[in-house]
């Protein structure tokens, strides 16, 4: 294995058998260096979550191999260890338990994994500054709003130094501004932190926060890309919607109001975008 802190090898995973089988992931081959903040993208179905899975240790694959941090995830003695130790992970639904407080929140994470409660309590106030949550350090989680509570959530992602964290729709239950808030949040804290940040998410704001795209259909990686200035981004994502399909169709009618040159130089425009 080379530095890599992600690498998965041919990669599947099916579900049931016959003719009722779910090819959920087809011969997966991806590379993710340490330190990257990566967008997984797609349709429902795609096969983003379980991807997510099986990076986490979630979830055993059916055939292939997932490497992370130099670990075989298949060979794993001690998988509990492995996902306190080196994965850290965030829910659309921020999951805190309502009857511990923000501080408590971050702290659970760490039990018998910090020797110290002054070591415990401190680390988590540390990670509540940084999510700029510290003045709610004794508050209950619905005693904040769903944007606070998702900065605690990732901050119990942080809590035993991951090098790995793992985001599935982070901001998806939030509005708007809230989003946003918590997309800022992410980046700054891969960069102060040194963890690398795989978030799955629908959304193409989200995506053009990361560095790099993965984008996703019927199982497969099918482009994978770094992210540049927004406007290319945007593009992209006419390239790849249903619009970007029907200009490719040499078959479809042509588009009302739309001459034949000018669906011309969108087709080709579309084309080199997905290349």
């Keep these: 294995m080379h530095d890599a802190l992600i690498e998965t090898i041919q990669l599947s995973k099916v579900y049931g058998s016959g003719e009722t089988a779910v090819h959920a992931l087809d011969d997966v081959n991806l590379t993710v260096g340490a330190g990257e903040f990566v967008a997984i993208m797609g349709p429902s179905g795609c096969g983003k979550s379980t991807l997510l899975n099986l990076l986490g240790a979630l979830d055993q694959p059916s055939a292939g191999e997932v490497w992370v941090a130099g670990e075989n995830l298949a060979q794993l003695k001690n998988v509990d260890d492995f996902r306190a130790h080196t994965v850290g992970f965030i829910f659309q639904l921020h999951n805190l338990l309502p009857t511990l407080t923000a501080l408590e929140n971050i702290e659970t994470p760490m039990q018998g994994r910090v020797a110290s409660a002054r070591e415990r309590h401190a680390r988590a106030m540390h990670l509540l ?147």
Aim: hydrophobic residues 40%.
């Design 129 to 275: 500054t940084l999510v700029g949550l510290a003045p709610r350090a004794k508050h209950l989680p619905n005693q904040l709003s769903g944007g606070q509570r998702q900065r605690v959530a990732i901050a119990r992602a942080l809590a035993n130094h991951p090098k790995l964290v793992l985001a599935d729709e982070p901001t998806g239950a939030l509005d708007s501004q809230s989003g946003e808030e918590i997309l800022q949040l992410l980046g700054e804290l891969q960069r102060s932190e040194g963890a690398t940040i795989a978030v799955v998410t629908h959304d193409r704001r989200v995506a053009q926060a990361t560095q790099r795209i993965l984008r996703m259909q019927d199982g497969r990686i099918v482009e994978d890309h770094r992210v540049s200035d927004p406007l290319e981004e945007d593009l992209r994502a006419l390239a790849f919607s249903k619009l970007g399909e029907t200009i490719l169709d040499p078959h479809d009618a042509p588009m009302q109001d739309v001459t034949p040159e000018e669906e011309a130089v969108l087709r080709k425009l579309i084309e080199r975008l997905r290349r």
